[in-house]
């Protein structure tokens, strides 16, 4: 029976079935009632059963059994053998002298040890082989695509091969038939002139024929025979025919002359990875967070920008901010005194749809119109050029991939996806179930990456901040937290995450930033008189940067202590 269904959700005596359960056996782990208390310790008297109630249950120490002398139990520890004892072993000669403790207090001290060891897994030992397991995969990516180039270089110049050896046949082959006809032309002009010859000959022939047959003398006398000048025969024309001497292959010769591959080998580098100092990936149940939200957040300074509309903003470092608004520049402040630095320009001169700044602190920019993702590197600007896809929001990653939101043609369709370089690595479109994950549509839309490689987005259109983890499989949905400061409906714009998992999320509509944890648990609004907060960022010390659209300052709140 389903107990969220049923009014039966108590727990039953495990002797009688039947009556409620008030007390529990430490000893036997068994519920009871009370009146099945009695029957219960009357059923193995060879036990002391330790029956307290059930509210209580658990709460009393199982000393283990002794070796020596069953069924006594060992309440002591004897810290020379390094064993639990019982009352009869301190009795006897083997632990006389020897140095002991309550074998409670041995394993308070045992808890604390491993207290310790399970924080230190969790905090350090499992953060650095998750970081160490990314690495291998990201190397495993990496060596797909550059073994893929170097099969792809050799296939290129197999084909430059095949070309050069199709048109070295074609010359060798050309070359053949202009000989031949040179030689054929020759020989039909020698054939030409025997064959008039032979005319001239059965000509000669033939007035010899009737000279001899004639009566009258004086034509016979009139005949002179050429014969002499016919037994001059004509040259006779030699061919040599030419001959194709193949160069014999040598597979070994072949080889260096079409190129050699250089050796490729994975070698183990023991000092190659170093544990973490620092917590990386929090867990549930794990040792709480070292720092603590501020009961009330403290504006610490506002910066004024030139944008007519402000909208993102990204912390290239705990001094200096970069910002987006209306127009195609992107300026970048001094945080200690509200100054102007610098300013960029995008390359196709459209106005930027986000940005964000890389563990190397270079810019980037997506460039919506142009379909493109852009890096500023030393004032130079490299791009990823897509197809079919109108990026929309970016983020860079602790493994410095670029996570970029995008759009289909027609708006109908939205994905996340993950950058290595210029190479896409993955794709997040759907839950197991084949639905899309995101909502379609123009609705504005903004990712970051969080502490525990979770990734965030923001999705106006949805009204919700959903959640994925790495492998970009459905964590949840949060969808906001009633009452809001405003009481209007909760519209996600720009987000960011905190040294400890905090999810922030502004909330344009109700002026203010809803912060919540990992696990999707709200934990606060931060509502310093926010004014249409758009973008966010935090700095290495958790402080909050929050882009107000409509005054155009950024405003640096402290909200963690």
């Known amino acids: 029976m389903d107990p969220r269904t049923s009014a039966q959700d108590v727990l039953r005596c495990d002797l009688c079935k039947t009556a409620v359960v008030q007390m529990h056996c430490d000893t036997c782990l068994v519920n009871l009632c009370t009146a099945c208390v009695g029957k219960h310790m009357m059923s193995d008297e060879s036990k002391d059963h330790k029956v307290v109630k059930f509210q209580s249950r658990k709460s009393t120490p199982l000393y283990p059994g002794c070796k020596s002398h069953s069924p006594d139990q060992c309440k002591m520890y004897c810290n020379k053998c390094g064993i639990p004892v019982c009352t009869k072993c301190l009795v006897s000669d083997q632990h006389l002298g020897h140095k002991l403790s309550e074998i409670v207090q041995i394993v308070e001290e045992k808890k604390d040890k491993i207290t310790k060891e399970l924080t230190e897994l969790n905090e350090t030992i499992y953060p650095t082989y998750h970081d160490i397991a990314f690495d291998v995969q990201n190397r495993m990516s990496q060596l797909e695509k550059e073994f893929g180039e170097l099969s792809t270089a050799i296939t290129k110049h197999g084909k430059d091969w095949h070309r050069e050896i199709d048109k070295l046949v074609k010359e060798l082959k050309a070359e053949i038939d202009e000989m031949k006809n040179t030689q054929l032309q020759t020989l039909q002009k020698h054939l030409d002139e025997i064959n008039k010859t032979m005319s001239d000959i059965k000509e000669e022939i033939k007035s010899v024929e009737m000279a001899i047959e004639t009566h009258d003398l004086s034509k016979l006398f009139r005949v002179a025979s050429n014969v002499n000048r016919y037994k001059n025969l004509p040259q006779k024309l030699a061919s040599t025919l030419s001959k194709f001497i193949p160069e014999k292959i040598q597979g070994e010769k072949l080889s260096k002359m079409f190129g050699t591959l250089s050796f490729s080998s994975l070698t183990s580098d023991q000092h190659g990875y170093s544990m973490k100092t620092t917590q990386k990936l929090p867990k549930a149940g794990s040792s709480p967070s070292v720092k603590q939200l501020l009961d009330e957040p ?81 004032e130079k600007i490299e791009e990823i050029r897509l197809q079919n896809w109108l990026p929309r929001s970016v983020c860079s990653t602790s493994s410095d991939d670029l996570l970029v939101i995008m759009y289909s043609d027609v708006y109908k369709q939205t994905k996340v996806v993950r950058y290595s370089g210029s190479t896409e690595k993955q794709s997040i479109q759907f839950d197991d ?124 709140i402290k909200y963690i202590c």
């Open 298 to 378: 403290e504006t610490v300074t506002t910066i004024d920008t030139e944008y007519e509309c402000l909208y993102e903003v990204a912390c290239l470092n705990d001094k200096e901010i970069w910002t987006r608004g209306s127009g195609c520049m992107m300026k970048l402040y001094s945080i200690n005194q509200g100054s102007l630095l610098k300013s960029i320009t995008t390359k196709s001169g459209n106005m930027p749809s986000d940005i964000a700044v890389t563990n190397s602190g270079d810019l980037v920019y997506t460039d919506y119109w142009d379909r493109t993702v852009n890096i500023v590197k030393n």
């Open 433 to 556: 179930k084949g639905k899309p994950l995101f909502s379609s549509g123009t609705y504005y839309r903004y990712i970051t990456e969080n502490r525990n490689l979770d990734i965030c987005v923001s999705d106006e259109g949805a009204k919700a901040v959903v959640v994925v983890n790495q492998a970009g499989k459905l964590r949840f949905r949060y969808t906001g937290h009633t009452p809001t400061p405003k009481n209007k409906p909760f519209t996600p714009g720009g987000i960011t995450t905190d040294s400890q998992s905090h999810i922030l999320t502004a909330d344009m509509n109700n002026g203010c930033v809803h912060i919540i944890d990992q696990d999707e648990q709200f934990l606060r609004y931060i509502n310093c008189g926010l004014f249409r907060p758009w973008g966010l960022c935090t700095d290495t010390n958790d402080n909050l940067f929050v882009a107000q659209c409509r005054n155009k300052q950024v405003m640096k």
